[in-house]
């Protein structure tokens, strides 16, 4: 699938460029080889498309591993389109998915491979930074890769959820922070305070690059609240 990848590249970024004239900065903060965690808010589904574009690495997400297992010609385009964008499937059905999605990330992360997180969990419900989750914590500490905040810019105004189809009229784009340092806290990646510590810090990093108003609360509470369902609890490393 890595071609499908390359296929995507040379047919979509010139389009890309040319419809929406993306806003980007910040690119050379983020290693032109080793490992490194780059760490975004998450607006809309466009954030897969817009954030890797200004890159030549390609960046590594980790997906529910039933976006791979479908059947017939729609599974095998729907496999085909998410290995291609960098989604890596995580299997969910043989214990927590945290733990799942930690050592996936850790595999990629060990091979040395640019690692791609939300850590909201989910899109925002609105333009609105939300609570991260303490998993993005763990993975910096037990990685030691340096981590790169990364904020998508103007792409809830271009594709928000529900829309099928990116908005023309919206300069959407990134702006790559600079790398963070965590080795103060290497070897403590058990204590449940130092996780909220570092996962506020990189929040706080995000939010001073996008701009966005904070809420600290987590985004599927609030998204269950706006459905009119009663929201289910959330474990905080998920």
């Known amino acids: 699938m890595f071609w499908f990848w390359v296929l995507l590249r040379i047919v979509l970024s010139p389009i890309m460029y ?9 690119m050379e903060n983020v290693p032109k080889s080793g490992a490194a965690l780059l760490v975004s808010n998450h607006q809309s589904f466009a954030d897969h498309f817009f954030g890797p574009l200004p890159l030549r690495r390609r960046i590594f997400f980790i997906g529910k591993a039933e976006y791979f297992s479908g059947r017939g010609l729609k599974g095998l385009v729907s496999k085909a389109f998410f290995t291609g964008v960098g989604v890596v499937p995580v299997d969910r059905t043989g214990g927590k998915a945290s733990e799942a999605a930690l050592q996936t990330g850790l595999r990629i992360l060990a091979e040395g491979k640019l690692l791609g997180i939300y850590p909201e969990g989910t899109r925002a419900p609105d333009n609105r930074l939300y609570r991260g989750k303490t998993g993005v914590a ?4 037990q990685s030691r890769v340096p981590v ?6 103007n792409t809830f105004e271009l594709m928000p959820s529900g829309q099928p189809y990116p908005r ?16 103060r806290y290497y070897g403590m990646e058990d204590d449940r305070e ?13 939010r001073e690059l996008s701009g966005q108003e904070y809420v600290d609360r987590y985004a599927a509470e609030v998204k269950a609240e706006m459905a009119g369902k009663a929201p289910r609890p959330v474990d905080d490393d998920e």
């Open 148 to 153: 790169i905040p990364m904020a998508m810019l």
């Open 18 to 26: 040319l419809l929406w004239r993306p806003r980007n900065s910040g």
């Open 168 to 183: 023309l009229g919206v300069r959407p784009g990134v702006r790559f922070g600079r790398p963070m340092d965590f080795s």
């Open 194 to 206: 130092v996780l909220r510590k570092v996962t506020d810090e990189i929040m706080q990093a995000i």
């Open 138 to 141: 763990r993975l910096a500490l």
